[in-house]
């Protein structure tokens, strides 16, 4: 990976950390927030016969990060794209 200046590899790692702590957060309020501080009222819910809190502590914490896996391959494209480090460049 060879940037064009030291000032845009710094901006590069900054929105990458960016997107990390926020994908991050996402994924802890998800498994731990939701499996755990908020188990009660989303056990008050029910999805395919499960409680709501069930279910995030035993699947919905795996597909959210899954899904954040699939999320951040696509920004972190979008941004190789915009700092010219893709590997088509």
């Known amino acids: ?3 064009k200046s030291k000032e ?3 901006a590069y790692w900054r929105e990458n950390l960016r997107l990390m702590l ?4 996402v994924w802890f309020v998800v498994s731990y927030g939701c499996g755990i501080l908020f188990v009660e009222e989303l056990n008050t819910i029910r999805l395919g016969g499960f409680k709501l ?5 035993q699947q919905g914490s795996i597909y959210t990060f899954v899904a954040l896996t699939f999320f951040y391959a696509k920004k972190m494209g979008d941004l190789d794209r ?3 480090v893709d590997d088509d460049a």
């Open 1 to 3: 990976m060879a940037f």
């Open 8 to 10: 845009m590899a710094q």
């Open 22 to 25: 926020w994908l991050s957060v």
């Open 53 to 57: 809190g069930f279910w995030f502590a």
């Open 82 to 84: 915009k700092y010219g």
